[in-house]
């Protein structure tokens, strides 16, 4: 194992305080599912966390903060730098068959959960504003430097960066809303499509790619 594959280690005070904020998180997401964002109040999350109110405080600034860290849990967003770093050097389409292959697997997991709180950031500006600022255009602003690196390399073709990362977004979140709609075929062909969604990105609809 490489130099690049080793984690610090935690100091034990830093692993219990890991340990109670994957507790509250836990607490969040069932009190969300069950009884909708908008309905739970962090005096639910700390009795289902066996907390004092207080504590909560110490982890997350708002119950939207909650809401973000357990979207981004999801999304394995805070693991996503170092994914992107460690395959700089490696194929492009690899990548991104893995990175989705990963998310949509934590998708599945968190389905319920996505099906109570994502409805609420559409509808209300202000969720809908700080979800766009402070988790999409976090992860826009990721998936740009990874292309702009690649393109430089030679690895991807010289095209607008941040239309690229939109486009790749708008996939991501399309196949997302689908698949909360309970679109059948969706649904049936999850397991797959990261291999599909990187034949058409890479290869195209031409036949003439085929083989």
Known sequence: MGQADKKPRLSRRERLKRQREERILDAAATI??????????????????????????????????????????????????????????SDVRDFFVAAFQDRMGRIEEGEELLQAILPQVFVSPELRDRFYRQYVLRIAGLLEGYIQAQIERGRIRPLDARLMTRLLQSTFLGMLVMRLLGDEPLHEGWAAIPEFWATILFDGLDPGNEG
């Open 32 to 89: 969300f599912a069950h009884k909708g964002y908008h309905h739970a109040t962090v005096h639910d999350v700390a009795v289902a966390a066996d907390v004092a109110d207080g504590t909560i405080y110490n982890y997350f600034e708002s119950k939207f903060d909650l809401l973000i860290a357990l979207i981004s849990r999801i999304a394995e967003l805070e693991q996503l730098p170092a994914e992107m770093a460690q395959s700089l050097g």
